[in-house]
C-alpha cells in the first residue's frame, strides 16, 4: 500500500522529470521500490536511457533490473516489438534465468498466445511450486479468456498453498458472486472475517451476500453484519445503514402471521435508527436526494 506521502514524492518527480527537470532514474528507482504501475512514463524515460550508451553503461548492473523494468512497461504499453528487444539482450545476458522465462511468458500472453503461454508457466511452476505470480497470471490469464471455472480452479489450487492470501480470497469471492455462486462466496467472506475480523469492507460484502441469499436466518445474518460494519465505521457505512433498513423490512414480511417472538426479529427500533442515520447524513451531503431517500424509506414501512 503506497502511503499519501510516498504518492506525492512520486507524482512531485514524475511532473520534474516530464517536464525537463532530470531524475529519471531516480523516479524509475522509485516506481520499483513503491511497486507501482506507471508503464507510459517508464516505457518513455527508461527506453530514453537504454538508448543512451553513456547513460546505460553508467547504470552498472542496474542496466539489467532496467532492461525488465522497460519490458514490463513496453507490454502494458503495447510496444512489443521494445518489449522482445528487451527480453533477447536479458535472454543473452542470462540464458538459463527463470525470473528472464517469466518475461518471455508474460510476452506470449501479451501476444495473446494464451495456450503457449499457459505451457511457460505451467514449466516454471514445476521447476517453483511456490511462485506466487505466475500462479496469479494463470488466473488473471483465465478471467481474460472469459473462463471463470478455470480461474476459479486455479485460485483453489493456489489457496490450498497460500491460504492466507486475502487478496486471492476475495477475488475467488467476486468470481463466486458473478456467478451466482453465492453460498460458495460467502464462505470465502467467512474466511476472510476470521482473519481480518476489523475490516469493515469484508464484513459488508458478507452482508451483501447473506441478504441475496435470502431466507429468515440468512436475512438475520445479515443484519448483524451490516450492524458490524456500522460499528467498525463509526456509522459512517450509508450502505450499511441501508442495508440494516432493507434486512429489517424483508424480515418483518417473512415474520407475518408468526407468533410475538418471531415478529420481534424485524427489531424495529434498529430500522428507525439506521433510518435517522441515514436521513440525517442525506441531509447534509445530498439534500437534493433527500426526498428521494424518505420516499424509499417509507415504502419500506420505516419512515
Known amino acids: 500500500m503506497v ?4 504518492e506525492t514524492e512520486l ?11 532530470g531524475g529519471a532514474w531516480e523516479y524509475l528507482c522509485l516506481v520499483r521500490k513503491l511497486k507501482v504501475r506507471r508503464s507510459e512514463t517508464v516505457f518513455k524515460h527508461g527506453l530514453s536511457i537504454l538508448n543512451d550508451p553513456g547513460k546505460r553503461s553508467a547504470l552498472g548492473p542496474d542496466e539489467w533490473t532496467l532492461y525488465e523494468q522497460v519490458a514490463i ?34 510476452l506470449l500472453e501479451a501476444k495473446g498466445m494464451f495456450e503457449e503461454a499457459e505451457k511457460a508457466y505451467s ?19 483465465a478471467k481474460a479468456l472469459g473462463k471463470p471455472s478455470l480461474a476459479i480452479e486455479h485460485l483453489n489450487k493456489y ?4 491460504m492466507a492470501d486475502h487478496d486471492a480470497w476475495r477475488e475467488l469471492a467476486e468470481i463466486y458472486v458473478s456467478l451466482q455462486m453465492y453460498k460458495q462466496a460467502a464462505f470465502c467472506y ?49 450502505r450499511a445503514l441501508l442495508g440494516v433498513c432493507l434486512c429489517g423490512s424483508a424480515i418483518a414480511q417473512l415474520s407475518r402471521g408468526r407468533n410475538k417472538e418471531d415478529k420481534d ?25 433527500l426526498n428521494l431517500l424518505s420516499s424509499a424509506l417509507r415504502s419500506l414501512k420505516i419512515s
Request: hydrophobic share 40%; proline share 4%.
Open 3 to 6: 502511503t499519501k506521502t510516498e
Open 11 to 21: 507524482n512531485q518527480l514524475e511532473n520534474q522529470v516530464e517536464n525537463g527537470g
Open 73 to 106: 512497461a513496453a507490454m502494458d504499453c503495447q510496444s512489443l516489438g521494445v518489449a522482445q528487444n528487451c527480453i533477447k539482450v536479458l535472454q543473452k545476458k542470462f540464458p538459463e534465468s527463470k525470473r528472464v522465462g517469466k518475461l518471455e511468458a508474460l
Open 123 to 141: 514449466s516454471l511452476l514445476e521447476d517453483n511450486p511456490l511462485d506466487q505470480a505466475i500462479h496469479k497470471r494463470k488466473v488473471a490469464m
Open 159 to 162: 489457496l490450498e498453498v497460500f
Open 190 to 238: 467467512e474466511e476472510l472475517i476470521l482473519s481480518q475480523p476489523t475490516l469493515p469492507l469484508y464484513h459488508l460484502a458478507y452482508a451483501d451476500v447473506m441478504y441475496t441469499i435470502g431466507g429468515l436466518e440468512n436475512l438475520i445474518a445479515a443484519r448483524k453484519y451490516y450492524a458490524a460494519t456500522i460499528d467498525l465505521t463509526g456509522g459512517k457505512s450509508t
Open 265 to 289: 426479529m424485524a427489531a424495529p427500533e434498529l430500522q428507525s435508527l439506521a433510518a435517522t442515520a441515514l436521513e440525517k447524513e442525506y441531509k447534509q451531503k445530498a439534500p437534493a436526494k
